[in-house]
């Protein structure tokens, strides 16, 4: 707003006199904009109210409308120590008669007590050769673990830690831990029952005793039972065919592994070998341009000559213009690509004048000054760079060799290594011919594997015949003796659970059943005992579904009926910023309140909106034949003259114990509920239906007024509220257009003034 002095001669208050020129368009401006808050007042009033109603119609009335929302089954058992259950819509009503055989359980290995060699205490770091009995035992030690239908070996070393052997079992699809306070291993199934069951056994001797230093071997001859499966299996195939088969797979595998890890280290050859193909390209040139600089330092200043620089710059730009031109011509090579690209990075760094011709100057301790520049940290950095990345070729290149020295082949055989990508050719069959070390290797620990396969299958046959030896018998992890002590380990296999239901028998890996819509949780074994479920209809939980329904109805109607009965707000007006200065926060808030409440007093949609919702209520819904009504089932609005004016639409549920004006009435709903829940049923889904039906007319159109899911004309007061924004806007040109041209005409009457007073002055002055 500009500063105007005004006033000076004639004495006039111009603002005062501008100020009442223009009230009527400020008066108008002002009425607009209380109208425009009003209106936005009454956008959120029907925003709240919408959301209330769309609410009710797309959650409650929606999912009441089908029959399912109250075909509630309940279900109880006579003695719940035996089991839980729960029923769902498709469980059939009745009495049944269930037993719990079995329950499910985990297999579980706890390990005997161990400890370090000197009864010294273990701890996670620990390495395996530290345990007591263990020693150089570890090395070589193979254990098979079956879990989860996947077997895998787990090869030990005397510098594995416990920690890592943990990592192994986990691996392997086991659940693991190693108890530091106890000394013990606890390794169990991820998973209870008997199809996921685990096993591990020792591959070969080595195993053997190193699961019997490490007290993980089974104690029970049921669960020996389980393990000697699997070397049944390798017993009962041809030892040439499972030797040849079982190396070979392991010798594939292991080439695999070599050939993918080689690969990868030539690929990364390749890339530094370009990278440094390129750095030293980049080095050429910045030499190059260093030496047609001819850097001088005459006069001390420590910068290159700027004439031999241009000159320098000019060379560069013609040899990256050449190779251009041989990009364009399509003559260009591989390596020319590479020199224009380490080219052009010389280029964008000398481009930087300021960058190129400053020298930073240090001094050492001896006294000598050494100059640098970006074009100097350049060249060391490509000279850096070269160094390390051959570095890494050279790393990379001993591991490679050293993948070859562990397959055992030579790699100047072409018959043996691809000579143009390093991948080992090597088959197993020419590996055992030539007698690889690898091959051989995996041959001879198969024959291991088998053999003690062999023996285990012999000295569990003798044990179930009952001629085992001892050594047998410790060989399969049984002790020779009946007692046990701290040192040994216990082993309970997986199990299914099992149940009888109505004399039928169902088994599961876990405690959960789900039978013909009833969810049985077995606890505890039943023995020879059988326990009653009965199955119902839920009368509390369909007496609960209707309940809640009227209850969100009655919020919703007490709400609509209180903004359509609310008090006239007749001669209040939204306050302007002056009013609001003249009265206390408190009285600013009544005084808005009062307007707000009562801005859909009377209103007509909503109006029609109660009247539909009231008529679906109080309609009759027919069924097979019959009529019925809210009524019949002990459901009314309370009495007309005793109830509140927004308490008339109100529905009471007679025998409804939270409710004070209904509760000593006899409770009807129940009691339906419990003679004839079909009926009631049907009576509820069809009034939520009906329900839903009446506002679908409301809400689900769009036009011109209103937009799909609003129950009011909310695009109507969106135009309404843009359009009050454009009169305000105009009041406030107007407002601004005639303050003007008042306070021109002012300015010149001021004007005016002044030169006449000046004229009186001077005629005064020839009179004096």
Do not use: C
């Not at 041989?326 to 690509?337: F, M, Q």
């Amino acid at each position: 707003m500009p500063i105007r002095l005004s006033g000076m001669q004639s004495g006039l208050d111009t603002e005062a006199l501008v100020s009442a020129l223009v009230m009527g368009y400020r008066t108008k401006k002002e009425d607009y904009e209380k109208a425009q808050t009003k209106l936005s007042w009454k956008q959120d009033k029907w925003k709240s109210i919408n959301t209330k109603i769309t609410n009710f119609y797309s959650g409650t009335l929606a999912s009441n409308k089908l029959t399912s929302a109250y075909n509630l089954k309940k279900a109880t058992i006579n003695n719940s120590s035996y089991a839980t259950v729960s029923a769902s819509t498709s469980a059939v009503s009745g009495t049944q008669s269930l037993k719990v055989t079995k329950l499910a359980s985990t297999g579980y290995l706890t390990g005997g007590k161990i400890s370090g060699s000197g009864s010294t205490k273990l701890t996670g770091s620990s390495k395996l050769s530290e345990v007591d009995g263990m020693g150089s035992k570890a090395d070589g030690a193979a254990i098979s673990v079956t879990a989860n239908g996947t077997t895998s070996t787990i090869t030990l070393s005397s510098d594995m830690t416990i920690n890592e052997f943990v990592v192994k079992l986990k691996n392997a699809g086991l659940t693991a831990s190693f108890d530091e306070n106890n000394q013990r291993f606890f390794i169990s199934s991820k998973s209870s029952g008997a199809d996921n069951d685990f096993s591990m056994t020792a591959a070969n001797s080595n195993g053997k005793n190193a699961l019997g230093a490490l007290k993980l071997q089974a104690t029970t001859a049921d669960t020996v039972a389980k393990d000697i499966a699997k070397y049944q299996t390798i017993a009962g195939t041809d030892k040439n065919t499972y030797i040849t088969d079982t190396a070979k797979s392991n010798y594939d595998a292991t080439i695999s592994q070599y050939n993918t890890a080689i690969e990868k280290l030539k690929t990364s050859n390749t890339e530094l070998e370009e990278k440094n193909k390129k750095l030293e390209y980049q080095k050429q040139y910045i030499e190059n341009f260093i030496k047609d600089a001819n850097y001088t330092d005459d006069d001390g200043d420590g910068k290159y000559n700027p004439t031999t620089v241009d000159a320098a710059k000019s060379n560069l730009s013609d040899a990256i213009s050449k190779l251009e031109a041989k990009k364009t011509a399509g003559t260009i090579t591989e390596d020319e690509k590479l020199e224009l690209e380490a080219a052009k990075t010389v280029s964008e760094t000398v481009s930087k004048d300021t960058l190129v011709l400053t020298r930073t100057a240090s001094t050492d301790d001896d006294g000598n000054v050494t100059y640098t520049s970006d074009i100097d940290a350049m060249l060391t950095s490509a000279t850096k760079s070269i160094a390390s990345n051959k570095e890494t070729i050279d790393s990379n290149n001993k591991s490679i060799a050293e993948y070859y020295t562990k397959a055992g082949v030579d790699s100047t055989n072409a018959a043996q290594v691809d000579s143009t990508n390093g991948k080992i050719l090597l088959s197993y069959s020419d590996a055992i011919t030539g007698n690889n070390s690898l091959a051989t290797g995996y041959q001879a620990a198969a024959t291991t594997q088998y053999e003690y396969a062999v023996s285990m299958v012999e000295a569990y046959n003798a044990y179930t015949a009952g001629t085992a030896t001892d050594s047998q018998k410790e060989l399969l992890g049984l002790s020779t003796s009946s007692s046990t002590d701290t040192t040994s380990a216990v082993r309970i296999a997986g199990s299914n659970a099992q149940i009888e239901l109505n004399g039928a028998v169902f088994e599961n890996t876990t405690n959960n059943f789900s039978i013909n819509g009833l969810t049985i949780q077995a606890t505890a074994l039943t023995g020879n005992e059988a326990v009653t479920i009965t199955t119902d209809t839920d009368v509390d939980g369909i007496y609960d579904t209707i309940k809640d329904m009227l209850s969100e109805y009655n919020e919703l109607i007490k709400t609509l009926d209180t903004a359509y009965n609310a008090e006239s707000a007749k001669g209040y007006e939204p306050l302007t910023d002056d009013e609001k200065e003249s009265m206390s926060d408190d009285e600013v808030e009544k005084w808005e309140t009062k307007i707000k409440d009562s801005l859909l007093r009377r209103d007509g949609t909503l109006d029609s909106v109660i009247s539909s919702m009231k008529n679906t209520m109080l309609a009759g819904i027919t069924i097979d034949g019959k009529t019925y009504n809210l009524s019949t089932f002990g459901i009314s609005t309370g009495s007309y003259f005793s109830s509140g004016t927004n308490e008339k639409g109100v529905y009471h549920i007679d025998g409804d114990e939270d409710d004070s004006t209904s509760k000593g009435n006899e409770d009807k709903l129940k009691a339906a509920i419990a003679n004839d829940s079909d009926t009631v049923i049907k009576f509820f889904s069809q009034l939520a239906n009906n329900l839903y039906s009446t506002l679908n007319k409301k809400l689900g159109t769009s036009n011109s007024m209103s937009s799909y899911m609003s129950i009011y004309n909310d695009k109507e007061m969106a135009t309404q509220y843009s359009e009050y924004k454009t009169k305000i806007s105009d009041q406030e040109t107007k407002i601004s257009t005639w303050e003007d041209y008042y306070y021109k005409k002012f300015s010149r009457m001021e004007s005016a003034l002044a030169s006449l007073n000046s004229q009186a002055s001077s005629i005064s002055g020839l009179f004096g």
